[in-house]
């Protein structure tokens, strides 16, 4: 549990670093490369692109698998999920969670820099790649039941808090 808060909280440090100093030049020595691998990893052949809700009517048939979705996430002060509003009315929320930084795509920062941190939370449509977990308790005090730990935040467009 103690493992879980601390990795909670180093990915929180990370985007909120991200967002204030991500304009500033970085260092040699902190510079990531992204191997070819895993750049190619992202692209539209080799990923597949399935319906949020899809995947969270049948977790079974892609827990472990990279896949590609649409979905809104929704991040604030206690929270990080991704659902869609097509499927809004099951219980179809699943935890944000991230890769570290030399994992993840190029657009993943460019991305995060979109959010607005001028609120305390924050809400956008996204197109994510990533991987589905669901055997487990994740999020805040163990609130949901899957996790989606992303890859590549492909896009981000921010969108009114009001909207569901």
């Excluded at 191997?35 to 809700?53: D, G, R, W």
């Excluded at 570290?100 to 607005?116: D, F, G, M, V, Y």
């Excluded at 809400?123 to 992303?150: C, N, P, Q, T, W």
């Amino acid at each position: 549990m103690k493992l879980h808060v601390l990795r909670v909280a180093s990915k929180i440090v990370f985007i909120s670093l991200l967002v204030l100093f991500g304009s500033r030049p970085l260092s040699s020595q902190s510079i990531s490369t992204v191997n070819q691998s895993q750049t190619n990893s992202h692209s539209s052949e080799a990923v597949p692109t399935i319906s949020y809700c899809e995947l969270m009517q049948n977790p079974d048939k892609y827990v472990g698998q990279m896949v590609r979705v649409s979905a809104t996430w929704d991040a604030g002060f206690e929270w990080s999920y991704l659902y869609h509003r097509d499927c809004i009315a099951h219980r179809n929320e699943a935890h944000v969670d991230f890769v570290e930084e030399e994992n993840s795509c190029p657009q993943t920062k460019k991305n995060l820099k979109k959010i607005n941190r001028k609120y305390v939370n924050s809400k956008g449509d996204v197109v994510v790649v990533g991987k589905l977990r669901a055997s487990g308790s994740y999020g805040h005090m163990g609130a949901l039941s899957r996790e989606f730990v992303i890859t590549c935040l492909e896009s981000y467009k921010a969108i009114s808090p009001n909207i569901p």
